[in-house]
């Protein structure tokens, strides 16, 4: 595999090929933190300053791009070189893993900073990505597949992807190559133009480090590349997949044809094995183990381990809950005490600081939830409020502040047509929901029944409240446009034709602080937990048994099934690794698992690589042979019952033979094993083609019972029509191969590989 080129020489390739299209390069300054910390405006004040365009590019790359280099330099060389984990031998570095979770923490913390991140859910994801792509690197060497330098070169030039083009695509869907072409282009340039600025003071030296930002242009470079190098390696990897995947052997190509072609009616009598009772059935020892010696093979297993565990909840104590009544208390009768506005303003203020308030920008009292907007309803600036018991905790609040006309918002319903196969005719239909909309018919019930928007369409339509920006352009326009009560005519956006109905219009918002006192688990409490987690570790460890011990202090015992080493138990890595490295009736140490609480976990059993033992699928095996008992027993009076009917012209005339028979149909069925009633029943359909119109056949063995059959009609493949329709089937087969060709690739890969996961050395759950 090549390596990929410097930024340098990258520019310098660049710059040749700007010279044979006669296109002179212009530098330009790309920064993606000022659009992820929403910094649009501040970006393009400079814009005029910086030759004329500032692309703002890459998020996705360069989000996250600075290490912390401090913390890494205070790690040492051990954490440059830990390993977090190994595929058929090849090393991933810890630093790698995690630089690549930083990343996508980042960029989710910046997308939405009140959101709450899961960690350990984005380590699983980075994992699973970092093992593909190592599998997927040994797998494309050995196939001979690379992908080189030039390669990426000229995807960047001649043929870049869309998420690099849309910034210099225009509404009409113009792709402006020119400026796309000058944006790649020397970062180094940057400097000197945000340096003549600075000089100029059209900018603060304080505001942008001109070295800091040609290093992010030419990481984001360097990070782009190798996107786009992996991108091209599972592209040609998929391609290869693919070709594998769509090959059809003729055979099985017409066989195909035959199937999906062929229909059948059939009338039958079903003698279903499952109805016989268990007791009737006798499965001995000595059957089972003769069974299990004759299909081994079929038993085989990976290491596998067994452990009971325990739970300690980490939750608050009734202490905890009777010392926030008693602050919130606290609070209370000092604002009731409070004579005047003023002074009740200033308690709040004191607690605010003590208890880490937070404050509301203004928020459209429309958009509220419903708890809170009834809440400021009548409210004056300055009010203060509480304390007020809400689904998520008890609340002070203070109005700061109140404000209308500023930001209007739209509450609208529609109706949305998509463009479906036919774009004109789509129009026409929603010209004639819009004619019977205006004419007094029930909105709501129109857009229940014609909405191609499912989700507001069982709310008749109803959107909510919006302001701008948070619908698309033409949508927004039309209904901002529109008075309360309009219905407005179809309106074009990429979705489809939108009918609006404007149901009301508002501007009030409000702009307040909350003090939020919720239950919170106190050091006492949690250190009480602690205790009686490890008293339950001595004593299990000094001979009590793990169930007893549960059940006398009134908890539960929980025994696993067996797992092997990738099966995070109960989400705990840290409690799998634990299984594997200690023997049989090891108990640990009290281990704290996220959403459960602290855990002490014993291993019960545990089982080596090769065949599983008997015990073990004992149970699975003796259910195998009852049903196989069953349907010896069944045989004989599906037997006797064909011997009688044979020689008769109907199957209907089973009745005569034994009342409580039932005739039974299944219609236009397919060679393909599966019959409504019966699940899947291969031998079934098989005899069913096989069989002369008309003939009684039987008894036929299938999986859940005996059939006896007769075929009333069969419409067979016209093979004629094989030779014109065959490209057609093959293709739809090639694409349905292909549609799963890869992932199943993968998962073989790493069913396959030998994985060594290092994460919980590193990482708590």
């Known amino acids: 595999m090549e390596k990929s080129p410097n930024v340098n020489s990258f520019a310098l390739y660049i710059n040749a090929k700007l010279a044979k299209t006669s296109i002179v390069p212009i530098y330009f300054f790309i920064e993606s933190e000022y659009l992820t910390m929403g910094l649009l405006t501040k970006m393009r004040q400079f814009s005029p300053y910086l030759l004329g365009l500032f692309a703002f590019l890459f998020i996705g790359f360069m989000v996250a791009s600075d290490a912390n280099l401090g913390e890494i330099m205070r790690r040492g060389d051990s954490y440059s070189s830990s390993v977090v984990g190994s595929v058929n031998g090849v090393e991933i570095l810890r630093k790698d893993f995690d630089d690549r979770v930083k990343e996508i923490v980042d960029q989710q913390r910046n997308g939405n900073p009140d959101a709450e991140i899961d960690e350990d859910q984005i380590r699983q994801q980075v994992w ?124 099985y190509l017409k066989r195909k044809y035959i199937v999906d072609n062929s229909t059948a009616d059939v009338n039958f ?70 004579p005047t506005a003023q002074q009740k303003d200033s308690v709040f203020e004191l607690n605010f600081a003590s208890y880490s308030g937070k404050t509301n920008e203004f928020v459209p009292t429309k958009t509220m939830d419903p708890d809170r907007r009834a809440l400021f309803l009548n409210a004056q600036q300055r009010d203060v409020i509480g304390p007020v018991r809400l689904m998520d905790g008890t609340y002070f609040f203070r109005v700061d502040s109140v404000r209308t006309g500023t930001n209007e918002q739209v509450r609208a319903s529609h109706i949305l047509i998509n463009f479906g196969s036919n774009k004109d005719s789509a129009k026409a239909f929603a010209d004639k929901l819009y004619k019977r909309a205006k004419s007094g018919e029930d909105f709501a019930q129109m857009a229940a029944q014609f909405s191609s928007d499912k989700g507001s369409g069982s709310k008749g339509g109803d959107v909510d409240y919006f302001g701008k920006g948070r619908m698309v352009k033409p949508f927004e326009d039309a209904a901002f446009a529109a008075s309360i009560g309009t219905i407005t005519p179809p309106v074009e956006s990429q979705f489809g034709y939108h009918i609006i109905k404007v149901v009301d219009k ?260």
């Open 269 to 338: 009598i079903a003698f279903d094995a499952m109805k016989i009772a268990d007791k009737e059935v006798n499965v001995t020892d000595a059957e089972i183990s003769a069974y299990y010696e004759k299909f081994k093979s079929s038993y085989k297993q990976k290491p596998m381990r067994k452990m009971k565990y325990v739970t300690f909840p980490l939750v608050p104590s009734t202490i905890d809950t009777n010392n926030l009544a008693k602050k919130v208390k606290r609070i209370e009768e000092e604002i009731a005490k409070a």
């Open 506 to 765: 508002a501007s009030d918002e409000i702009k307040f602080s909350e003090i939020k006192f919720d239950v919170i688990l106190s050091n006492s409490t949690r250190n009480m937990i602690k205790r009686d987690a490890i008293s339950f570790k001595e004593q299990v460890t000094s001979g009590k048994q793990i169930d007893t011990l549960a059940k006398q202090l009134k908890k539960v015992g929980t025994e696993t099934v067996f797992f092997d080493k990738n099966t995070p138990i109960i989400g705990s890595r840290i409690l799998t690794e634990y299984a594997f490295e200690n023997p049989v009736g090891s108990v640990s140490n009290p281990i704290e698992v996220k959403r459960f609480g602290i855990v002490v976990v014993q291993v019960s059993d545990t089982r080596e690589a090769g065949v599983k033992p008997l015990i073990d699928v004992k149970e699975e095996i003796k259910e195998r042979l009852k049903r196989i008992k069953k349907l010896d027993i069944i045989k004989a009076k599906a037997q006797d019952v064909y011997n009688k009917l044979k020689d008769k012209d109907l199957i209907a005339r089973a009745s005569e033979i034994d009342p409580s028979l039932e005739i039974r149909s299944a219609a236009k069925i397919h060679d393909n094993g599966q019959v409504m009633g019966l699940g899947n029943e291969p031998v079934f359909t098989s005899k069913v083609f096989e069989s002369q119109v008309g003939k009684i056949v039987g008894p036929i063995r299938g999986e859940r019972g005996y059939y006896i059959i007769q075929v009333t009609d069969k419409q067979m493949a016209d093979e004629s029509k094989f030779a014109a329709e065959s490209e057609n089937l093959a293709k739809t087969l090639a694409q349905q191969a292909k549609s799963s060709a890869y992932y199943q690739w993968v998962a073989s890969q790493k069913e396959n590989a030998i994985i060594e996961d290092n994460r919980s050395k590193f990482y708590r759950d």
């Open 128 to 251: 699973d990505q970092m093992l593909e792509e190592t599998l997927l690197k040994q797998e494309a060497e050995k196939a001979g597949l690379r992908v080189t330098s030039e390669e990426i070169q000229d995807i960047m030039i001649d043929n870049p992807p869309d998420f690099l083009r849309k910034d210099f695509t225009d509404s009409t869907g113009k792709f402006n190559r020119e400026q796309y072409l000058r944006v790649v282009t020397n970062p180094e340039s940057i400097g000197d133009n945000i340096r003549a600025l600075i000089q100029e003071g059209r900018i603060q030296p304080n505001q942008v480090d001109p070295d800091s930002e040609v290093a992010k242009i030419k990481r984001g470079l360097l990070k782009i590349e190798d996107f786009l190098q992996k991108s091209q390696l599972t592209e040609s990897m998929r391609s290869l997949l693919n070709i594998q995947a769509s090959m059809t052997s003729p055979l």
